[in-house]
């Protein structure tokens, strides 16, 4: 069933990336309507892969997927026989059917077969393991660190100057001039795991311990996944957002979140107050905003949150009231998160909002 | 040509009449014969397994509908890891120890375990492990909140049980059941082994051994392999928690993989720790029902032997995302594909067994043909888990929650039910229902195919697993829904095995000594067995001690 069930999201698939030579000779008796009833289209499945990474994988998972559906046919089926041909008939009796302790050369045979396959799965999973893992960085590479917290993502640009949140922008990558993205990770507390199924497979994000993963997307948009190792109370809102943008796009985003934050305020009263109730307040202790007192970094960096689509690491759209009710109360929205509710008056809550939503 | 001991000669009849009920108990709780440790151990599993299965129920309820709030996210996350732990430390080890218990003496021919004492010790100190961790739910916390279950997960992956991460003492409670539980499986496994070793009775060659005999010694050599890193790890833990040590505490220079690997040296073969005693069941039940000498044997014995080795070369294959380099990922492919051929080759002998036979589907039967075709699939998962670059991305998705029940629920837990149906005569001196075992098998399937079957194709869709919801976008909520629906099916099959359990004993057919006509020597005395098992120590000549009896023309010694 489970076999039967991967053809039709290798199907899927195949619509929406268009082409895909490995997935075609696969036999989809029926997968459309499989896939009519069961699947909704997932923006996080690991068959429609968009990055180098994820395209390997995607292929050596057809070839073991290909070589596994085979054996269980052969094998299911000779059980099918077996118990078929050799079930008790009423005319059998009590007689005992001839007793066979064993043979030798059958032994042979279903062992050096296997072998044989095994081998050849090993060298096939070795080829793309290397493919991965062991091919040198290129220089036109850029680099960002991926640090990850309980229950967000910090994202640093060491060469650009810039420090974000919880939404990773990356360049597109021209197969022909590869621009790839290299993310070095560790962690700031527990073990996370970096899974954007669409781009790689996961790395795990490991205190005390860095790891480097590449990616390089070969098509521009929002890419999704989400923490991949359990992290403790909200693992489950820890989501990615992966904005894959064209060069263009992606050197305006970088001039525009490393200026330093807005500070002046003149025809909005409001927020010019607001500035000044998150610079009294306990806020600058653990976020950042660039060009200001608050320096902290044990939350998100605040100096652009405006420009971001959502807020608490990925569950929830980033808009004035739900920024309101997060800053009175984190917990009501994202139970476990870290942030503490600042019990700040309706004045107060009124004029942080005004000032949060003028960082862009 | 085999003596089988036909008489009775010992009279128990006077120490059981008409006793006072507390003195059974009193009886029961001194007692170290196999026999009664044996049903304490699966008696105390079947509760276990109860409380385990409805925490698997609150969870399913939990993920049915995305953004649900069925329960808070600190309940999930201690119903997960409860349910986890429960299941392997208190549920799966117990009952494969209980069964073992009370078959691995009478099927060699013998009086008792080789340590009786060691025995009731092992059994009483792994209870109350498991008391310990429930306690939890009433102590947990101490001061900081009052009562909590562990929450960081069956496999409590470090720093996140650091005292900085895990503050109260819930962590502390899994810590030290985990210790206690190791204590009385790894007391239980030595006497098993020395059992086997040691207590064979005349003409009982290790040729043979009944092949469950055979894979209860390989799966108590790997307790000894297992159990003792995890123990090691519980005191290595217990000391960064209470003694200022740093052994997994990164902030202090310690390591977080160092406990990855720690707890995966255990945590791989555990796997098969749970497997083997399933292969074992099949092994016995098969041939039985298809009227033929198992096919192979020692081939199957060389790849249980070999299956045991090949187990403790695997660990890291649920480390390919740790990032542990090309070198150490691809040794471990390896060694993970390896493993395949010995466990192909058992399937391939079953098959063998079957082939030529004349199939009688009694209920164990029907059972073991369902962990074949299961237990086929779940290798198969397994192989594409093995290629690591495909676990970089199926890990710690659903795909692989679905796999490894698969394992657990397709093969061992069906292997189990198996040797329900068959040994239940036999402790019991009653036959249980054909028709409520036929429901029960065929509600089960269902249950367990709409569940794990579909329960792979969201881990497929990017789900990952120990999320205590999801979004709707994310087009994973058909899916959950139907594996919940699954589960209520498998509960119902549960229930049917409940009731024809306890219908059974009271109104069930008289079994006598041999209700399947099988060939191994716990037929060979009545049922339930007297404490003594054996009056007259048997002489075997051949690995079917009670063919060679009942085919006196044609003995399997002859072949030998």
């Not at chain 1, 998972?61 to 094998?75: D, P, R």
């Not at chain 2, 194709?457 to 594996?483: C, D, H, K, Q």
């Amino acid at each position: 069933m489970s076999l039967f069930d991967l053809c039709s999201a290798a199907h899927l698939d195949r619509d929406r990336v268009g082409v895909n030579p490995t997935s075609r000779g696969l036999p989809c008796i029926g997968a459309d309507l499989v896939a009519g009833m069961v699947f909704a289209p997932s923006s996080t499945s690991i068959f429609a892969p968009a990055a180098t990474p994820a395209r390997s994988i995607f292929g050596l998972s057809m070839l073991v997927l290909s070589v596994t559906l085979a054996i269980f046919l052969i094998v299911g089926g000779l059980l099918l026989y077996v118990l078929i041909r050799y079930r008790q008939r009423p005319e059998d009796g009590n007689r005992e059917p001839p007793q066979i302790y064993g043979s030798n050369q059958i032994e042979l045979s279903w062992t050096v077969i296997p072998i044989l396959i095994v081998v050849m799965l090993f060298l096939t999973t070795t080829r793309v393991v290397l493919e991965t893992e062991a091919i040198p960085k290129p220089t036109s590479a850029m680099d960002v660190t991926v640090i990850g917290h309980q229950f967000w993502w910090e994202y640093r640009y060491p060469k650009l100057g810039v420090v974000t949140a919880n939404e990773l922008h990356v360049p597109i990558s021209d197969p022909a001039k590869p621009t790839p993205t290299y993310l070095t990770m560790s962690s700031a507390d527990v073990s996370h795991s970096f899974w954007v199924p669409r781009l790689a497979g996961k790395m795990d994000v490991i205190p005390n311990r860095v790891n480097i993963m590449w990616i390089d997307p070969q098509e521009t948009g929002l890419f999704l996944g989400q923490c991949a190792q359990y992290c403790g109370t909200q693992h489950a809102k820890m989501l990615l957002r992966v904005y894959v943008q064209s060069s263009q796009d992606f050197a305006a985003w970088i001039e525009q979140q490393k200026r330093p934050a807005q500070q002046e305020f003149t025809g909005n009263p409001a927020a010019a107050e607001g500035q000044a109730v998150f610079m009294h307040n306990a806020c600058i202790n653990c976020h950042t905003i660039a060009g200001t007192v608050a320096t902290g970094r044990f939350g998100p960096d605040l100096t652009h949150l405006a420009s971001r689509d959502t807020i608490a690491s990925g569950p929830i759209q980033n808009t004035p009231e739900n920024l309101r009710k997060w800053i009175d109360d984190p917990s009501s929205m994202k139970p476990g998160s870290l942030m503490p509710a600042m019990h700040l008056n309706n004045h107060d809550l009124e004029v942080i909002t005004a000032y949060l939503t003028q960082l862009h | 040509m085999t003596t089988t001991p036909a008489v009775q000669a010992i009279d128990e009849t006077t120490a059981q009449r008409g006793r006072p009920p507390l003195n059974v108990v009193y009886e029961w709780i001194t007692t170290v014969d196999h026999k009664k440790i044996g049903l304490m151990y699966i008696v105390y599993a079947l509760i276990f397994l109860v409380v385990a299965g409805f925490e698997a129920i609150l969870i399913r309820i939990q993920l049915a509908v995305p953004n649900n709030h069925f329960v808070s996210p600190q309940v999930f996350n201690q119903l997960f890891t409860m349910h986890g732990t429960t299941m392997v430390f208190f549920m799966g080890m117990p009952l494969l120890f209980g069964i073992g218990n009370y078959l691995i003496p009478i099927m060699i021919g013998a009086r008792d375990m080789a340590f009786p004492r060691l025995n009731a010790f092992s059994f009483w100190i792994s209870a109350f492990a498991g008391l310990l961790l429930y306690f939890s739910y009433l102590g947990g916390s101490g001061l900081y909140a009052a009562g909590s279950a562990p929450d960081v997960g069956w496999f409590a992956y470090a720093p996140l049980t650091a005292k900085v991460f895990s503050p109260g003492h819930s962590t502390d409670y899994w810590n030290l059941s985990i210790f206690l539980s190791g204590v009385g499986s790894i007391g239980t496994a030595l006497n098993i082994v020395s059992t086997i070793l040691c207590m064979r009775c005349k003409g009982m060659k290790m040729n043979r051994l009944p092949l469950l005999a055979w894979l209860y010694l390989v799966m108590s050599g790997l307790v000894f392999v297992t159990i003792s890193p995890l123990t090691a790890a519980q005191i290595m833990l217990a000391i960064d928690r209470y003694l200022g040590a740093h052994f997994f505490d990164t902030q202090a220079g310690g390591s977080a993989v160092l406990w990855f690997h720690f707890f995966w040296i255990f945590g791989h073969p555990e796997v098969y720790v749970l497997v083997l005693p399933a292969f074992a069941f099949v092994n016995e039940i098969v041939p039985v029902f298809s009227r033929k000498a198992i096919f192979g044997y020692p081939a199957m014995v060389a790849a249980s032997v070999g299956i045991g080795f090949i187990s403790t070369t695997v660990w890291a294959h649920h480390m390919f995302t740790v990032g542990l380099g090309p070198a150490g990922n691809t040794f471990f492919v390896f060694s993970t594909m390896v493993i395949s051929v010995p466990t192909g080759i058992k399937i391939f002998n079953w098959l063998a067994t079957m082939w030529g036979g004349r199939i009688v589907f009694a209920t164990p039967m029907i059972f073991c043909i369902g962990f074949l075709f299961q237990f086929l699939v779940a290798g198969l998962t397994g192989i594409m888990l093995g290629a690591a670059p495909f676990d970089w991305q199926l890990g710690n998705s659903y795909f692989v929650v679905a796999h490894f029940h698969y394992v657990l629920v397709g093969a061992i837990v069906m292997a189990v039910f198996a040797a329900f149906y068959y040994w239940y005569p036999k402790v019991t001196g009653r036959m249980m229902s054909e028709t409520l075992g036929k429901w029960h098998f065929w509600l089960f399937v269902i249950g367990f195919h709409l569940t794990f079957d579909f329960m792979h194709i969201p881990g497929l869709l990017g789900m990952p697993r120990r999320i205590y919801t999801y979004e709707a976008s994310r087009g994973w909520g058909t899916l959950n829904l139907i594996v919940g629906i699954g589960a209520l099916f498998q509960a119902a099959g549960v229930l049917c095995l409940v009731y024809n359990m306890v219908r059974s004993y009271y109104q069930g057919e008289e079994a006598g000594n041999d209700p399947w006509d099988a060939w191994t020597l716990e037929w060979a005395t009545s049922s339930p067995p007297p404490s003594y098992n054996f009056a007259v120590e048997p002489t075997v000549t051949s690995a079917r001690p009670l063919w060679d009896l009942k085919h006196p023309e044609d003995p399997d010694s002859e072949y030998e």
